[in-house]
């Protein structure tokens, strides 16, 4: 079998196509312009490609884009009076810290300092709790981007046995929680879980957010099970090249599975697509408007 490649690059434009339509609506029929603020502090040169590519991509859709660069000493009493300021600014419907933050900032303290209604990446206690109870949230961007692909594809996920490899807070836990509100039969495999390529090979879905590189292989996998990809890993290509590779192995996956997600193309574009997603839906919310459809688990 060779598996249907999942295009996550052409489904992530689709959304966006959606995002700029409903910001064009609620511009002309509201004059809302649907705003995204992005905080990052100190210099990581991977979180700023990041926050440059979320800025441009929220500039395309129409949305106002602030970017709050601030220094790698900055205290955390400065980075919390800076959120609160955005939680109480008017044009600002969605607030993303970019993660990590230096060692002397409590992370968990910040996330939570975020109005839960601006928390468009989802991680404040209230919206995982939210989430957690089948209740209305802000939902994680690249789990969502991942239910979106699989729902895509299947329809339906009802009954289907859906392991999830990893159980980060920003990845596997919410992920296992929209498979389980789809109602999925759900497994969090992790470090410690015992003869893991046993537990996969049950999957009619398996979702592989690791950060090693290509551990899943083809024996894996059942056949035609659709294989998610979430792992971002740059590894060694020689002659001092790198590449970027999956959590999956994609030659050997791809041989089996049904349908895979490929690194680059899959997974990545599709979490800020959701997050474009997640802040005009906030700005929805705080204007008592009607959501975009399909945008939202
Ligand atoms: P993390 O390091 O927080 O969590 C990794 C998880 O994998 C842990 O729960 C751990 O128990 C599990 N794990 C580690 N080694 C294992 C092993 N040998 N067998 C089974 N489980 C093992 O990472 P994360 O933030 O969840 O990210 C996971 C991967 O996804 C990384 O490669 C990251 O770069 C990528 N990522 C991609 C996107 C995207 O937009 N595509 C977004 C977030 C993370």
């Given at each position: 079998m060779t598996a249907e490649i999942i295009d996550g690059k052409a489904f992530a434009a689709t959304v966006r196509g959606q995002v700029a339509e409903h910001v064009a609506k609620l511009q002309a029929g509201h004059g809302i312009t649907p705003g995204l603020a992005v905080v990052l502090v100190g210099e990581d040169p991977a979180s700023q490609v990041y926050v440059r590519s979320k800025g441009k991509q929220t500039v395309e859709a129409g949305m106002a884009s602030f970017e709050h660069k601030l220094d790698a000493a900055t205290s955390e009493s400065d980075l919390l009076a800076l959120i609160e300021r955005l939680n109480n600014?008017?044009?600002?419907?969605g607030i993303l810290v970019q993660l990590?933050?230096?060692?002397?900032?409590d992370s968990d303290l910040v996330i939570n300092s975020i109005d839960p209604a601006k928390d468009?990446?989802?991680?404040h206690i209230s919206n995982v709790g939210l989430l957690g109870t089948g209740q209305k949230s802000m939902v994680p961007c690249t789990p969502l981007g991942c239910l979106m692909l699989l729902r895509d594809r299947h329809g339906s996920l009802s009954g289907m046995d859906a392991v999830v490899i990893g159980r980060s807070n920003i990845v596997g836990k919410p992920m296992a929680q929209l498979l389980l509100g789809d109602s999925c039969t759900v497994t969090i495999a992790h470090s410690?879980?015992?003869d893991l390529p046993a537990v996969t090979r049950r999957a009619d879905i398996v979702v592989a957010a690791v950060g090693?590189?290509?551990?899943?292989?083809?024996?894996w996998i059942k056949p035609g099970a659709t294989v998610i990809d979430v792992g971002i890993n740059r590894i060694d290509a020689g002659e001092g090249k790198t590449r970027l590779v999956g959590d999956v192995h994609f030659d050997s996956a791809a041989a089996v599975a049904g349908a895979i997600t490929p690194?680059?193309?899959?997974?990545g574009p599709m979490t800020i697509a959701c997050l474009l997603a997640n802040t005009v839906t906030a700005c929805c919310r705080a204007n008592g408007l009607p959501e975009p459809q399909g945008l939202t688990p």
């Open positions: 600014d008017p044009q600002v419907h990590p933050l230096p060692g002397h900032i468009v990446d989802g991680f410690r879980t015992r090693r590189p290509e551990m899943v292989t083809g024996d690194v680059p193309g899959g997974v």
